[in-house]
């Protein structure tokens, strides 16, 4: 069985920063593609980033140059640099990776618990 467990949320002013991190945790054989999505109320859940394990990273239009991801492969984490963080940015982030586990040769998408996000004055 595998687990992601994020942390960092919280409630931050406009224009203020924060960083999320998700640990993958396990019998884990390797990890892919890793990622962070979010849902705001009434709304659909939407791709913030991706990262490869070789460190090539995608990011939706809406975060790109204010969003930085991260990931430490030996760690099985990845993280999530926020910065001049807006109200439209409040949404519980959700961290995604696609794990092997030991024994077994296919990947899982794999979906971590959420961590809240509120920017806000």
């Known amino acids: 069985q595998v687990q992601l467990v994020e942390s960092g949320g919280g409630l931050v002013h406009p224009g203020g920063s924060l960083k999320l991190s998700c640990a993958a945790s396990?019998?884990?054989?390797?990890?892919?593609?890793m990622g962070w999505y979010r849902q705001a109320p009434g709304k659909q859940r939407e791709l913030v980033t991706t990262?490869?394990?070789?460190?090539?990273?995608h990011y939706s239009d809406s975060v790109k140059g204010r969003f930085t991801v991260s990931r430490e492969n030996t760690k099985n984490t990845v993280y999530l640099q926020m910065t001049n963080l807006t109200p439209e940015d409040t949404a519980v982030y959700y961290c995604?990776?696609?794990?092997?586990?030991?024994?077994?040769?296919?990947?899982?998408?794999?979906w971590g618990q959420g961590t809240q996000v509120t920017v806000s004055t």
């Open positions: 995604n990776a696609d794990v092997r586990l030991l024994g077994t040769w296919h990947y899982t998408a794999t």
């Open positions: 396990g019998t884990i054989a390797s990890v892919n593609t």
């Open positions: 990262i490869e394990g070789d460190g090539r990273a």
